[in-house]
């Protein structure tokens, strides 16, 4: 029980911080910039658009910009671990 639950929080902690990079990746935010015809580019694009031509700072599109050039920042870091920890511990409800 309770030591099933641990395994599954912690899993699921460090599942989602391992996998926030390679997922980061997968979409078009790569540690060159956006990849071009990628999800990523499609929805800067959007985001360009519907701000009149910029992408505006602190959106989502420029946080995950920022996190695939440079990687997770601590703070980001711990809420992808939180949030991965969580969905372990709804798992165990299931």
């Given at each position: ?16 911080v391992?996998s926030?990079?390679?997922?980061l990746?997968?979409v ?17 694009s959007?985001a ?16 995950l910009?920022?996190a ?12 992808v671990?939180?949030v ?11």
């Amino acid at each position: 029980c309770v030591s099933v639950t641990a395994v599954a929080i912690t899993a699921g902690a460090g599942g989602a911080v391992v996998s926030a990079p390679i997922v980061l990746g997968a979409v078009g935010f790569t540690s060159v910039g956006i990849a071009a015809g990628s999800y990523a580019a499609s929805m800067m694009s959007a985001a360009a658009v519907a701000n009149g031509g910029g992408v505006a700072a602190g959106s989502a599109v420029a946080v995950l910009q920022s996190a695939g050039m440079a990687g997770l920042s601590g703070a980001a870091t711990a809420a992808v671990g939180s949030v991965g920890g969580a969905v372990g511990f709804l798992a165990t409800l299931i």
